[in-house]
């Protein structure tokens, strides 16, 4: 079980006060935790009308058969809370393999129905457990915090939290912990699910039957709030099967502008036969090379103007703070070191001049050529080295509400939680920034999306290490790109995409397949498995292509030759 720091009241409520997105609506997945004799009577009481997930004991369910039996004979998911309620940290390898078998068998043998969902009781687990539940054949885990999410073995449905981490969706910490009143249990509640709303995430809460129950007029005036505001309730397997609806629609390729030498109408030609819907154009790199000279007519204009006239939708790419050339014609710009050493080759987001420059840039590009799209790429921190810039310490203590500037030493441990969760939201600020300088310039008409590692969404320590946060950055642009390395396993991938849709919520998502590193022309049989996997639940699938014949062969495996 991991653990959060609460972060001041003051930051949580700038936090929660600065979405940029529309609010729209989420689908609501309520779990009740059912252990104890006194759940009866409460679920009795509660006459819960809306599909749930139940996760339930082995020994529950076998003294109440007949409760088990009603639960599962509705449009509900049927999962395990273990056989007898353990701290399964605390058990031997055969302790924790009995436990998990013997509650599956008696929930299978009761209910009728498979059981594939699994909780840990007070949310503690190891690798032995995940790997004991993969073995027995468990698709799903809800053990851990959203803020936290850590999953590489079996699916996670993390239980939801305020986007700072301040507080979970759980009744036992609001109503036990905190002493939540009726009126602010479901104030709470409705106030979680308008953050998630924002980008159409998953509202995921934790409840306990015999807890819940004593404030079951807020629980069910929340239920009619939410479908009030179109809320869907579903159970943790009808989110699975909502999610796997999606099929790709879009086929991209990553390309430089094509030179008159490279015979461009040829190229785009063979793009073209393809079926490829999107060509995302590179405009400006890591080094700080531009790409485009702000004449419609050079070789950038021109590769837009082929493309479209394809009817192939055109996105230009532009590196936002990875910058070699900025960063050296600027040092006054460039990231800060934990030792105090500028940058040679980012540019921070805490310079309001880095904000103009990258507008400016935006605007130049948005003005001259007619875009469909514009890609933000390295929207990010090149690891937990940097950015310790003067300005964000003392813009963090202002947001936070602190009596002075906190000194490294404390960011970096008592307030590390809440420094990593602030460092996040300037990323998505400035993403938030950006697109609205593109919707400016661009009448609306022209998506913005962002790349992310695909790895950033089942380990929240890539968010750490990167500073992007799905979640954040899904309420500030209109599409998210994750970079997904062709030898990944088909189990990592899957978790992975499964995790970014999630918590990109109703966002899309397109997958860029990165090169091997020995950089071999993928084969069929490689090819594949990755193919089917991002035609499940994701939007749009892409490669990275060297604008030759190779790199259109490659395109070709992927997208099958075909037209579409």
Not at 171 to 195: P, V
Not at 287 to 300: I, S
């Amino acid at each position: 079980m991991k653990k959060s720091s609460i972060v001041t009241a003051a930051f949580a409520l700038w936090l929660f006060l600065s979405p940029s997105a529309k609010a729209g609506a989420s689908p609501v997945l309520l779990s009740f935790d059912v252990e104890e004799a006194a759940d009866v009577a409460a679920l009795n009481k509660l006459r819960v009308p809306v599909p749930a997930t139940y996760f339930i004991t082995g020994s529950f369910a076998r003294s109440n058969p007949e409760i088990v039996r009603a639960l599962a004979g509705r449009e509900n998911t049927i999962g395990s809370h273990s056989d007898t309620h353990p701290h399964f940290t605390r058990l031997d390898q055969e302790s924790i393999e009995r436990e998990v078998a013997t509650s599956k068998q008696s929930l299978e043998a009761i209910s009728g129905r498979q059981v594939t969902w699994f909780r840990a009781p007070y949310l503690e687990y190891d690798d032995r457990l995940m790997q004991a539940l993969k073995a027995a054949g468990f698709r799903g885990d809800s053990s851990d915090k959203e803020a936290w999410a850590n999953q590489s073995t079996i699916f996670e449905l993390p239980i939801s939290n305020f986007i700072d981490a301040s507080l979970i969706a759980s009744d036992y910490d609001m109503i036990d912990e905190a002493r939540y009143t009726n009126h602010r249990f479901r104030e709470t509640l409705e106030k979680m699910y308008r953050e998630k709303a924002q980008s159409g995430q998953p509202f995921v809460v934790l409840l306990h039957p015999r807890i819940v129950a004593r404030e079951t007029e807020a629980f069910r005036e929340f239920i009619k709030w939410a479908k009030r505001h179109e809320a869907r309730f579903l159970s943790a397997d009808s989110y699975i099967a909502d999610i796997q609806k999606r099929q790709t629609q879009r086929h991209c390729v990553w390309i430089e502008p094509i030179s008159p030498e490279r015979n461009p109408e040829q190229v785009v030609a063979g793009i073209a036969a393809l079926g490829v819907t999107d060509a995302f154009i590179k405009a400006t790199d890591a080094k700080g090379n531009r790409y485009f000279t702000g004449n419609a007519e050079d070789a950038f204009g021109r590769t837009v103007s082929l493309l479209r006239a394809k009817k192939i939708r055109v996105h230009a790419v532009m590196s936002v703070l990875a910058d070699e050339k900025a960063a050296q014609q600027h040092p006054e710009w460039s990231m800060i070191s934990r030792s105090g050493e500028r940058s040679s080759a980012w540019i921070s987001p805490s310079s309001p001049a880095v904000t103009e420059y990258l507008n400016s840039c935006l605007q130049e590009l948005v003005r001259t050529y007619r875009l469909d799209g514009v890609c933000l790429e390295n929207l990010a921190y090149p690891g937990t080295e940097f950015d310790y810039s003067p300005a964000l310490f003392s813009a963090y203590a202002h947001d936070a509400k602190l009596k002075r500037v906190p000194k490294l030493s404390e960011l970096l441990n008592a307030d590390f939680t809440s420094w990593s969760t602030w460092h996040a939201q300037q990323i998505a600020d400035l993403a938030g920034i950006l697109k609205k300088t593109v919707n400016r310039e661009g009448e609306g008409k022209i998506e913005v999306s962002a790349i992310v590692p695909a790895g950033l969404a089942i380990n929240y320590r890539e968010s750490e290490r990167t500073g992007q946060s799905v979640a954040m950055l899904g309420r500030n642009v209109d599409l998210l790109i994750a970079d997904l390395p062709r030898s990944g396993s088909r189990d990592t991938n899957e978790l992975q995409l499964f995790a970014l849709r999630l918590q990109g919520g109703n966002r899309p998502v397109l997958v860029r397949l990165l090169e091997n590193a020995d950089r071999k022309s993928t084969t069929t049989e490689t090819t594949a498995p990755v193919r089917e996997l991002a035609h499940m639940g994701v939007d749009g699938i892409g490669i990275l292509s060297d604008n030759d014949v190779t790199g259109l062969n490659k395109a070709r495996e992927l997208f099958g030759g075909a037209a579409h």
